[in-house]
């Protein structure tokens, strides 16, 4: 039997490179990532913790308000504030008038809005600029300044405690802003798109039904949220134009929880205020990914 020897491994020369260090178990967090996170989650309890506040106090008891402090946490379910909200409150008559202004408004909005834009942006015609000068000078008029005009000629048109008052106010107020969003969508449209189908034979209802709306779905979508909760949670123009119980939409009737010389009814006003803001949360839940996708889609140029 023969030995063998296993050969020797020549030693390294003093030029030649170093062999890479082993990656770390851990990634180190960097400073800013870290204030990232930390931001993150006061945004977090912002958001959360006044809604989870809100929730438990509506289920308060009358004597809980005054003998406990405001964060303690209630001692039974009292779900009949809810239905004090609902029944004594007529909770069911605002959120009925709140919808037909609401929804009708938004409609009339979206249709001016989105063949506004089409015109002020893909339309070449003189005088295009100033139109959508004009729309943005209509963004720094304060709310105020309109009020005793409108009151004055709805009282003349008898249209005072009529939804068609707010349907006209909401779509006046809210068209500035909604033209001037669909222009920058328009502008995110790829031309050769609009070209392409010009060449093809395809007139200017064909291009603005077949080509640009389908691009602009979640745009038309995001901005109709976007106005949804503008007009929803209007407490200005309801106060002004419905005077009469039955006309109230649902934020002007939360008022009518104050009793004489300041007395509340805190449970079932809290109650309330959580009914109020049920519509807006479950639209926004079963909704963001289209408004995300829609916020960025005129972000950049196609």
Known sequence: MTA????????????????????AARRRISVGRLLGWIGIVLLLVIEIVPLLWLLLSSLK????????????????????NYVDAWVR???????????????????????????????LEVLKWRGQNGVLLGFLVGLM??????????????FHAQLL???????????????????????GYYRSVP??????????????????WSITLPVLRNAIMTIAIVQFFFFWNDLLFALTFMGSND??????GLLAFIGQYGQTEWGPTFASICI????TLLIYLVLNQKVMKGLTDGAVKG
Do not use: C
Not at 61 to 80: I, N, R, V, Y
């Open 4 to 23: 063998t020897v296993a050969p020797v491994r020549p030693a390294g020369r003093a030029d030649e490179p170093a062999p890479p260090a082993r990656p």
């Open 61 to 80: 008891g009358p004597a809980e308000f005054s003998t406990k402090p405001m964060w303690a946490l209630p001692d039974g379910l009292h779900w009949q």
């Open 89 to 119: 409150g007529n909770m069911d008559t605002y959120i009925l008038n709140s919808a037909l202004a609401t929804f009708p408004a938004i409609a009339l909005l979206i249709a001016v809005g989105v063949m506004a834009g089409f015109a």
């Open 141 to 154: 008029v304060p709310t105020q300044m309109i009020l005793l005009p409108l009151f004055t000629m709805y």
């Open 161 to 183: 405690n009529n939804p068609l008052a707010l349907i006209l106010t909401y779509t006046a107020t809210g068209l500035p802003l909604t033209v001037f969003m669909m222009a």
């Open 191 to 208: 031309r050769e798109m609009i070209e392409a189908a010009v060449v093809d034979g395809a007139s200017i209802y064909r291009v603005f």
């Open 247 to 252: 006309s109230k939409t649902i934020q002007a």
């Open 276 to 279: 109020s803001i049920v519509p």
